[in-house]
């Protein structure tokens, strides 16, 4: 027990396993308390408004990804390293993905009566400024943790969402009588909104000060144009992400009825947390990249080992458990959910090299490399999952996924492992030379 003990606290005192870890557990408490929360929706709100509040959130979510998952990447990069202008890096994300996010939403509502009966909550002036606030939100929520790893300090991370969590679990219940339609859509806004001031008043206030006093940087900071560089190459890559996450779910959305998605939206957003665990190691892989170029091959090493130590146990359980996890909110999701969630889990290991891969590709700066394979990825799985939609249903969505990441991390294997294997012999190298010298 002891020895497990140091082997902890050892790690903790790695920024790169710390900001991980603190990822992780993030993605757990969002797991939990997301479970938690869609388990009183389904108790207090109808079906039909259990999937119209899913299908609200995700398009909400889309549209405010547009660019903010984009940005991420490049905050995570160049907040390190950016000096005086840190301040002005994150403020100019921050109006960035809600400019674009912000007119994605206009054009989706100007449209609104051709995406279906399920977004049939929209559609007067009221509900249509409420979710386009949502999007400008949301659009900063989601680069607040993205600014708290870069600046190493994503600690602070998991305790945003268990507030946010367990504040609209409260509101859900709230709302429940009061606003029977809309009130999901409403109890995932408004706590989101709240939690903007005092965040961005702790980063601003503390975080940034501090960061720029423990690490002055002696040259200049990253300029506008090296930036939208590494955007060129990085932001079509965000494609793949919101293929998985946000598109697809948005386009099933069109397809079935609303009942029908909630039971399928269930399964897949919990296939989506167990993938986002694959991209919290890769996250702070990048951050730790850009801190400590020289040990970025080591820290690959260490992200594998650590990230495939975490998920697979995870992935076993999940792979058993599905029918279990998913009979929590009734037979029908068990029946129509447990093969999406199990295909979705075992993607997760092609995911796990993929996504340390594309870290050591954006520590490096090789953007072109970046772009080629994550626009590759999000074809593969977008024309994979319209190929296979009339005979899977919605198990297309699993299948194209999985066999899309198993084709990508095939391909980019040979380079992992080149990357990898060349850490062990640079370094050799060094030791090698400096004893020669001596």
């Known amino acids: 027990m002891s ?6 606290v050892r790690d903790l005192r790695n920024p790169l396993l710390r900001n991980g870890y603190a990822l992780m557990v993030n993605t757990g ?6 479970m938690g929360y869609w388990l009183l929706a389904e108790e207090f709100y109808t079906a039909e408004e259990f999937g119209r509040g899913q299908a609200m959130i995700t398009v909400m979510r889309l549209f405010a990804s547009l660019t903010a998952l984009g940005l991420a990447g490049a905050l995570a990069k160049f907040i390190p390293i950016a000096g005086r202008r840190t301040p002005e890096l994150i403020l100019r994300g921050y109006g960035l993905a809600a400019a674009t996010g912000g007119a994605a939403a206009v054009g989706f509502l100007l449209t609104v009566p051709l995406w279906g009966e ?7 002036l009221g509900p249509d ?4 606030g949502a999007v400008l939100v949301w659009a900063v929520f989601t680069l607040q943790d993205v600014v708290l790893t870069g600046l190493r300090q994503a600690v602070w991370v998991p305790v945003n969402s268990l507030i946010f969590g367990l504040v609209k679990m409260g509101l859900l219940i709230a709302l429940a009588g009061a606003l029977p339609h809309g009130g999901i859509f409403v109890s995932w806004v408004v706590p989101t909104a709240l939690a903007l001031i005092p965040i961005n008043w702790f980063i601003f206030g503390y975080v940034v000060p501090k960061h720029q006093k423990a690490n002055p940087i002696e040259g200049r900071p990253p300029r506008l144009k090296e930036i939208g560089r590494f955007l060129a190459g990085d932001y079509p890559g965000t494609l793949s992400i919101l293929a998985i996450i946000y598109l697809v779910p948005t ?3 069109t397809q079935v009825g609303p009942a029908t998605f909630g039971r399928f939206s269930m399964a897949h957003t919990l296939g989506c947390l167990i993938e986002l665990l694959a991209m919290n ?15 970025l091959a080591a820290n690959c090493r260490r992200a594998l080992r650590r990230a495939f130590m975490i998920i697979v146990p995870i992935i ?20 129509e959910g447990t093969t999406l969630l199990r295909l979705m889990a075992v993607a997760v290991v092609p995911r796990v090299l993929i996504e340390v891969y594309l870290s050591s590709l954006r520590a490096r700066g090789e953007a072109r490399r970046l772009a080629f394979v994550q626009i590759g990825l999000a074809g593969l799985i977008l024309v994979s999952i319209f190929a296979l939609f009339p005979f899977a249903h919605v198990n297309a969505v699993g299948w194209g996924i999985l066999l899309s990441e198993l084709l990508v991390a095939g391909l980019i294997y040979r380079d992992l492992r080149k990357t990898l294997n060349f ?3 640079g370094q050799r190298s060094v030791v090698e030379r400096s004893s020669e010298t001596a």
């Open 316 to 335: 076993a359980v999940t792979l058993v458990g599905a029918p279990f996890i998913l009979l929590i909110f009734g037979t029908e999701f068990a029946e």
């Open 251 to 253: 386009i099933v959305s």
């Open 3 to 8: 020895n497990l003990w140091r082997k902890i």
């Open 423 to 425: 850490a062990k012999t």
């Open 118 to 124: 399920t977004y049939s909550w929209l559609g007067g």
């Open 281 to 295: 190691m890769a996250v702070s892989l990048t951050v730790e990249g850009s801190f400590d170029p020289a040990q």
């Open 129 to 132: 400024l409420f979710f386009l």
């Open 29 to 34: 408490i969002t797991a939990v308390l997301g």
